[in-house]
Structure formats: C-alpha cells, structure tokens
Nanobody, 120 residues
C-alpha cells in the first residue's frame, strides 16, 4: 500500500521559515517531489530531487528560497522553506515522481498534505 504522510506545516509570518517532512512507503524511493495547492487553484509543482540528491528542480516561484532534501535511509523527504511569502499559502503534498527529474510528473498517489499559512 502506497503511503505518504506529510508533516511540519503551520502558521508563519512573512519572512519566517518552516520545514516540511514526508514519510514515504509502498513504492521505490527514487525521484521525489513536492507539490502545493492553494484554495481554488490547481495543484502545482514546487520542487523535485533525484535519488542521489545531486540533481534538483525548483519552480521559479520558490527558487532561491526553498530547499528540497532527502534521507534515503529513512525514506523521508524534506522541504526547507525560507523567506516565506503570503503567496506560499497552500496545502503541501509530497509525491513519487515518474520519469526523469525535470518532467515534473507525479504518480497519482497523494497523502493528506500539510497546511502552510503565511500572513503578511
């Protein structure tokens, strides 16, 4: 059974930081990524990381502020979010990605997500 459990979300003021975690199981822990969905909007790609961690991919909106990382021994994915902005407000989901990094294509397995709310 595929299971993705996100945690670490919460409230933050603009300029503050949050660190999200995702415990993954059920599929090979290869290329992984983060997506987010704001109220009334489509789910969008945020970041991705290769198995080795050597290759990363970021949406332009978060480049330079967010850092994706992983711990393969723990099958855990992380997203360090610095310099948060109100437009980062969304539910954040981790995902198994299919294909090469850069395709930004997720397998259609989603956990409950973790809510991030950033105030001005």
């Amino acid at each position: 059974q595929v299971q993705l459990v996100e945690s670490g979300g919460g409230m933050a003021q603009a300029g503050e930081s949050l660190r999200l975690s995702c415990a993954a199981s059920g599929l090979p822990f290869n290329t992984m990524g983060w997506f987010r969905q704001a109220p009334g909007k489509e789910r969008e790609f945020v970041a991705a990381i290769s198995w080795s961690g050597r290759s990363t991919d970021y949406a332009d909106s978060v480049k330079g502020r967010f850092t994706i990382s992983r711990d393969n021994a723990k099958n855990t994915l992380y997203l360090q979010m610095n310099s948060l902005k109100p437009e980062d407000t969304a539910v954040y989901y981790c995902a198994y990605l299919r294909g090469s990094i850069g395709t930004r294509a997720a397998n259609d397995y989603w956990g409950p997500g973790t809510q991030v709310t950033v105030s001005s």
